[in-house]
């Protein structure tokens, strides 16, 4: 047993700012309460008073594939066929990625990552725990909290560059458009065949073997719910990835979404998801150059379940934080910025039957903060992932010696 003393918890369940204490068994959380007597044997912390959350979530990243940004070792875009629905961003994530340590040290305890946006449909992108920010030679299984969370497609500039430059398909945004629906049709009339085939095997009918086909049986999942992760900046590409989605039936995010506090009316018509960002970098995107530090803000007053990524490595890992300061400078509420890179990124990636707050029976994954968390000098002391402490902050020690440019 772990027991946490005197916390000023914001569970994101329900507690903001309150003295109560926090009793960890294994991995999960046992028990929260005002006052848990201590016991003989138990690891016991005294946080002091200080500000203790749930670990903080990046719910959009290249952490881990991007080869921390340089062309060698970087496995983000398999630009040989527009369409890979079969690649999973686990197959490449290097855990010895530095990029990780500085993630754990700035209290981040899960990275959501996966292929980037050069593909219509890319594959799947997975959660990760930065636990390997302590030991990098722990293995990716020693990591993962879910292999395959979402379903990562793209819409947009990306995809036009990609292989219109090469006179290839996709070379337009109505390509585009097409090529995605030709492959959800696909894999819609994929999945049919293989539900018959299933119940056939079951009554033990006599079947001709079945025709696998690995990109569709990966595509096919988004008809069974898996979220689709849809790159979209633009106006129009938001309103592309919603009018395809409505069309199929299919669970979404909108990612990026640069011109999102333009289209609230359309944004909330249609109950959109949309994790935004990153937007703490120059507007290098045409397609991008819109994007505001105010858009956080406007979703939340119009109650937006949203979120906010780094996107890394278009921007370390590190400004996570730094972002969501400039957020609140910007007219986002501090709650509402840490329910974004908590509660909201679990919720977007599927992922917060074990993440995102702090509740017994979810993982213990705890950031006891020196400096909180959205202050100029912001300042994680003690990270705790899965119930064991992976990093605590010793005196005069810097912040953190990765920059991930």
Known sequence: MLLIKNCNLIDMAGTFK????????????KEIAEYIPEQEGWEIIDAEGRLVTPGIIDPHSHLGVSGTG??????TNEMTSPVTPSLRGIDAIDPSDPAFGAALRNGI???VTGPGSANLIGGTFAAIKTVSGENPSLTIEECTLKAEAVMKMALGENPKF???KRNKQPA???MSAAMLREQLMKAKDYRQKWN???KKVAAGEESEPFQYDLAMHSLMRVFDGMNCKIHC???????TAVRIAEEFGLRYTLEHFSDCYLLIDEIKKHNCRVIIGPLFYGKNKLESHRKSLKSAGILEKNDVLFSVMTDCGVIPVEALLIQMALLIKNGLSWEGALRAITINAAKLNDIDDRVGSLEPGKDADVVIWNVEPFATLSEAGIVIIDGKVK???????????????
């Open 196 to 198: 018959e085939y299933q």
């Open 172 to 174: 337009t945004r109505m």
């Open 18 to 29: 309150q003295p109560r204490d926090l009793l960890i068994e294994g991995t999960k959380v």
């Open 233 to 239: 900046h633009h106006a129009v590409d938001a309103m």
């Open 70 to 75: 340089n062309m060698e070792g970087n496995d």
């Open 162 to 164: 990609a292989y219109g």
């Open 109 to 111: 305890t899960t990275i």
């Open 391 to 405: 990093y605590a902050k010793k005196e005069g020690e810097p912040e953190t010696d990765y920059i991930g440019l």
